[in-house]
């Protein structure tokens, strides 16, 4: 039994690693990545936002343990029926308050981050994301009173 069960692990990884990467461009090709925004206004654009802050361990997604996130609530006053949730960067140093609402002056911003396709080849194995854009918010003023 645990023969039979490494073979086909051994088949699923091959046929995974054989599998062409969504999202991702080859050599040659013509596809572009056009990159928008969660609050569906430009990047760097300051904005009100209303949002509701939690603690990330309480979502139970591994990424997000031990870090503070934002549900966004409305943008400019306009309610967002979604949910988008957002970690975020405080230059106000004014945000501690899991469970809380905020009102708040900010902007959305963002960064490549994890590792390319072929990485492995030239540096050691180790676990991480994949390749991909992320999002964040940059918060400028706590409005809340």
């Given amino acids: 039994m645990r023969q ?3 073979v086909i692990f051994t088949i699923i990884c091959l046929c995974a690693k054989a599998q062409k990467n969504p999202g991702t461009s080859l ?3 013509s596809a572009k990545i056009t990159l928008t ?3 569906g206004i430009p990047f760097g654009t300051i904005c009100k936002v209303e949002a509701e802050m939690y603690y ?3 979502l139970h997604i591994k990424a997000y343990e031990g870090i503070y996130l934002f549900k966004i609530n409305a943008v400019n006053d306009k309610i967002i029926n979604s949910s988008v949730i957002l970690t975020f960067t405080d230059e106000t140093g004014t945000l501690a308050s899991a ?4 009102t ?3 902007y959305e911003t963002g960064r490549f981050t994890g590792m390319p396709d072929s990485y492995f080849k030239y540096r050691p194995v180790r676990a991480d994301t994949g390749f991909h854009f992320e999002h964040y918010l940059v918060v ?3 409005l809340t009173k």
């Fill in 99 to 102: 469970g809380k609402k905020f």
């Fill in 140 to 142: 400028v003023s706590n």
């Fill in 56 to 58: 990330g361990d309480s």
């Fill in 104 to 106: 708040i002056m900010a």
């Fill in 37 to 39: 925004t969660k609050l």
């Fill in 4 to 6: 039979f069960l490494t």
């Fill in 27 to 29: 050599p040659g090709d």
